[in-house]
C-alpha cells in the first residue's frame, strides 16, 4: 500500500529527523515512512498537545483538575486503540500498537 500523505509527510520531517539523528538512522525512518511496512491499513489515534500551567499559588483542587483533564484525554485515546485492537484480534486481524520509546523525541517531530 502506498501511503503518498505519509511519505510527502516523511520528506516534510526530514530536516528535523536530520538535526536529530544519524544519516542511516533518517534513511530507515523515510523508507518505513514510504509504506509504513507494508500495512495493508494503518490508524492514527492522537490527543492534542495542550499547554498546562501549573502555578505555586494554584490549589491543591485546581491542580487535580488540570491533571484530571490531562489524564482523561491520555487514557480516553489509550481505551480507544485497546478496543479497536481487540476488535480487530476477535475478527481474525493482526495488530500492532506502536508508540516511540519514552524520552524519544521523534514523537513530536512535524508537530509544531
Known sequence: MKCSAV???GEHMKPRLEKLFKE???KITLQFFK???GAPVVLLV???KTAVD???DM???ERHY???QRFNNLSGAAALIQNI???AKAKGLGTCWMTPRKGDKIRWVGFD
Open 7 to 9: 511519505a510527502s509527510a
Open 24 to 26: 542511516k538512522m533518517v
Open 35 to 37: 509504506d509504513l511496512g
Open 46 to 48: 492522537y490527543i492534542p
Open 54 to 56: 501549573i502555578r505555586p
Open 59 to 61: 490549589s491543591s483542587t
Open 66 to 68: 488540570i491533571e484530571h
Open 85 to 87: 485492537l481487540l476488535l
